[in-house]
């Protein structure tokens, strides 16, 4: 039996499935405990011992896993908290309905605070979930521990749960929700995971049972039979070999080049970028220097930031994108309206636009950085919709100093007509992740509509394909960088439909920098021909998978 889902990466794995308990019941109102004060201690005791499983888990873990469970350690001994907690149980109430009650006001208060605060509500209810299952007796949710390794099996996985995951002993994951740009499968590339995700039939796998994990294919052989757990021992253990190869510039199989860059979050990821190859950068998300400020940083802030990122990658490319602000990524000081739709609302370019003094301040930073660097600086505009709105960024730029200004191809409209916006635009580049929620009207970031955010779907193709045809007849770069290029039998079709540079996480380089060199230009046509006929995005997957298996001579 097979189940499908949303494949991250091409990775292969096999191993019994470890189920990840589900969120506990929400204990019982009107349950009076006999003796309060015994209640009370009983209650304080799993308070403090959870929060030292917390800090010993975060030893164990160490780096920024750590920070994160030492500062849930904290909430569990939150001296308001347990004041809260303990007036609870003097009431009249059990112990866990206590904790429950307690935790979920402050979780509501967090929410009502927004940004970071909210973030953080999260971490406060998988508190309260461990102390509760103390108190009850039953195991406490989060990733099981294991001597041997396994595949987990999860509803979903908080990102802490994933920054913690124990590579020697998770073999690979299945999620039953989430979608290609979930952050479980944007933290599962970046730590080259093997996942699938949205898997709707998760929930029928259980304890012990042997799955075959297929990423590339998006599926889960259910007990297998032993000669198909052998092969795919034998093809883990050839990938294995080919990702060690050396890493040579990106390139189809008949030596067309394909540039294949990273996506960065600051100076902080570089190092391991050119570690994994990357011929440069094709998106540096500078929101990340924005994003805890109450102001803009100044230009002399910013240019020491921008320095060290084009330091890292002397005489390459670095395309950055200017602020990106509003929906996924909001930032107070530009918009703090109550927008229904943020995701349509004031956003990207458009708000820069109305801040023009915070789009001028970036720009002559990025310009006086360049000047001190020797890299090769393109910077881009993101959520462009209209040619207009080319033209305005890319004569700003020009004017202050940019040598390279471009935008990002995010929204229908821009990618229709791309013709026009290469008028102005010395390149685009074509952000997927927005590509697809727009063209399918589905937010990225709601589970529920997860399934529709796929990459792969024949309309997101179709709009790839007129960019790149408007790229070659203006003899301009056409570049990919959503989480779509890291997906290495898409990063063919779109290279197919015209992409000349993919950019993703730096993990994601090897696996497709090995699949490129398997095709060549024809064939990477063929399978981009196919895909874009199909009637889904699953179909049109399968389309090219099969246009894969003929051999190139037929
Ligand atoms: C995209 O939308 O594809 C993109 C690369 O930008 P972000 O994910 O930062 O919105
Ligand atoms: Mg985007």
Known sequence: MALNGIGVGRALATGPVRRMPDPLPEPPEGERPDDLDAEVARTRTALQQVAAELVERGHRAGGDAQGVLEAQALMAEDPTLVDDVVARIRSGRTGQRAVHEAFLEFQVMLVGLGGYMAE????????????????????????????????????????????????????????????????????????????????????????????????????????????????????????????????TPGALGDGTKVQLLANIGGAKDAAKAVELGAEGVGLFRTEFLFLDSKS?????????????????????????????????????????????????????????????????????????????????????????????????????????????????????????????????????????????????????LLGTVAAFQDPWHPAVLRLVAEVGKAGAEAGKSVGICGEAAADPALAVVLVGLGAKSLSMTPAALADVRAELLTVTLDEARARAAAALKAPSAAAARAAAAEVAKVPASA
């Open 296 to 444: 803009a940083p100044t230009v002399q802030q910013q240019k020491e930031q921008y320095v060290a990122v084009l330091k890292a990658f002397p005489g390459k490319k670095v395309v950055v994108r200017a602020l990106d602000a509003g929906a996924d990524k909001p930032l107070s000081f530009l918009n703090d309206s109550e927008e229904e739709n943020p995701a349509l609302g004031l956003r990207g370019l458009r708000v820069l636009r109305v801040h023009e003094d915070i789009l001028r301040e970036q720009l002559t930073a990025l310009a006086e950085a360049a000047e001190a660097t020797e890299a090769d600086l393109w910077v881009m505009a993101p959520m462009v919709s209209e040619p207009e709105e080319s033209e305005y960024f890319t004569a700003l730029a020009r004017e202050l100093g940019i040598k390279t200004p471009g935008v990002m191809v995010e929204v229908p409209s821009a990618a229709l007509l791309a013709p026009q916006i290469l008028e102005s635009a010395d390149f685009v580049s074509i952000g997927t992740n927005d590509l697809t929620q727009y063209t399918l009207a589905a937010d990225r």
């Open 120 to 247: 953080r509500a999260a971490d406060l209810g998988d508190v309260a979930q461990r102390i509760i299952a103390k108190l009850t007796g039953v195991p406490a949710p989060g990733v099981p521990d294991s001597d041997t390794p396994f595949v987990l099996v999860a509803r979903d996985l908080a990102p802490a749960d994933t920054a913690l995951l124990d590579l020697d002993k998770v073999l690979a994951l299945i999620t039953r929700d989430g979608g290609p740009t979930s952050h479980t499968a944007i933290l599962a590339r970046s730590r080259s995971i093997p996942a699938i995700v949205g898997v709707s039939a998760a929930d029928s796998l259980q304890d012990g049972q042997v799955v075959v994990v297929d990423a590339g294919a998006g599926t889960v052989e259910v007990e297998p039979s032993e000669e198909t757990v052998a092969a795919t021992l034998r093809t883990i253990e050839e990938r294995k070999a080919a990702a060690n190869a050396p890493i």
